[in-house]
């Protein structure tokens, strides 16, 4: 698991590096929770955790407040979000996660895409054995944190695995554990760089660097679209 999700957070920290491209969807990930659930952060978990998200890839403060006035204000946006499936180059497996105020014009873009890089969508559920639903959490890891202590403090709260990489610490727990995971971490004082619901690949796919390389353009494709939120692979 640590290396599939090593590579997809090295690859989309690559592709996600324009931020005109990424302020956007950090927004629309705010506006989303708060329609859903209220403009309280103090009341709302998933917009205390999209706003913490946003804050740690520097979404500036205007910014977030704006994306609550769009959940809340008069001239309110209203988001739905849909979750589309598909096979692209080499048989690799993809999930696409989406919220839009169009429809239509999500599924055509998305469509499309598969269609130009030699896939296809294919119905929902389809790939969903493929694949395990995850809280994951990533925060960093201060010189007075004992990880084998953590580990212990956390398993109450649904801990499943924990590591270490170059400075960074990565959480994971069954995604019904995310909120007591979060309430954990807050409680602790503990501030998270990234924390999202990820799909960790079952049985996960290695492909060659030609291969990869070509998978790659198809994504970069799928995570410009403005309506996409998140993009998960069986990449090994």
């Not at 506006?31 to 998933?46: F, I, L, R, W, Y």
């Not at 559920?125 to 493929?130: I, K, M, Q, R, Y």
Request: hydrophobic share 40%; with cysteine; net charge negative.
């Amino acid at each position: 698991m640590g290396r599939a999700f090593e590579y997809r957070r090295a690859a989309k920290e690559k592709r996600w590096d324009k931020m005109s491209k990424l302020f956007p969807k950090l927004a629309k990930a705010i506006t989303v929770a708060a329609k859903e659930g209220g403009p309280d952060p103090e009341m709302n978990a998933a917009l205390r955790t999209a706003i913490q998200n946003a804050k740690a890839q520097n979404l500036p403060k205007a910014n977030i407040a704006a994306a609550i006035d769009r959940a809340t204000g008069k001239d309110a946006v209203d988001y739905t979000e849909l979750t589309y499936e598909g096979k692209g180059p080499h048989g690799v497996m993809v999930v696409v996660e989406c919220a839009t105020d169009n429809t239509n014009r999500t599924v055509a873009n998305v469509k499309a895409i598969f269609s130009k890089a030699g896939g296809e969508m294919v119905p929902s559920g389809s790939l969903e054995f493929l694949f395990s639903r995850k809280a994951a959490f990533q925060f960093k890891k201060t010189d007075d944190m004992d990880l084998e202590e953590l580990e212990f403090d956390l398993i109450d709260a649904g801990l499943e695995e924990i590591s270490e990489n170059d400075g960074l610490i990565y959480v994971y727990g069954d995604y019904k554990s995310f909120g007591s995971l979060s309430s954990a971490f807050e409680e602790k004082g503990i501030e998270m760089t990234k924390s999202a619901l990820e799909r960790i690949p079952t049985s996960p796919v290695e492909y060659s660097e030609e291969q990869l390389e070509e998978i790659e353009k198809m994504l970069d494709k799928l995570e410009d679209d403005d309506d996409v939120q998140v993009v998960f692979t069986n990449i090994a």
